[in-house]
């Protein structure tokens, strides 16, 4: 059964950065649309950013555009999550998500089918 791992949430002041990664354990995610996820307390959940592994096209939330770049490597199989300029409003439970069946909007994805696979999550804190 396929699994998807978040590692690298932590606490850090505002202004620090944090690099979460999400390993696939099975599946080589090839012509997938895979996309980070965040919801803090009390809240929806919020689609912060996302990439189609063929074409590397990506999409960011408005919140965090300029301060975080997704990534990933075919070669690992691995997602990644670069965090810079931290803000205590980034403060959430982040998670990844893979999915093979995504929506377009244009030439972006967004994962949102049923066939999606999502990780556990890595809490996220910052403080200010």
């Known amino acids: 059964q396929e699994q998807l791992v978040e590692s690298g949430g932590g606490s850090v002041q505002a202004g620090g950065s944090l690099r979460l990664s999400c390993a696939a354990s099975?599946?080589?995610?090839?012509?997938?649309?895979m996309g980070w996820f965040r919801r803090a307390p009390g809240k929806e959940r919020e689609a912060v950013a996302s990439?189609?592994?063929?074409?590397?096209?990506?999409f960011y939330a408005d919140s965090v555009k300029g301060r975080f770049t997704i990534s990933h490597d075919n070669a690992k199989n691995t997602l990644a999550l670069q965090m810079n300029s931290l803000k205590p409003e980034d403060t959430a439970m982040y998670y990844c998500?893979?999915?093979?069946?995504?929506?377009?909007?244009?030439?972006?994805?967004?994962?949102?089918?049923?066939?999606?696979?999502w990780g556990q999550g890595t809490q996220v804190t910052v403080s200010s």
């Open positions: 998500a893979a999915d093979p069946a995504p929506t377009w909007y244009g030439s972006n994805c967004r994962v949102n089918s049923d066939k999606s696979v």
């Open positions: 099975v599946y080589t995610y090839s012509r997938y649309c």
């Open positions: 990439i189609y592994t063929t074409t590397r096209r990506t």
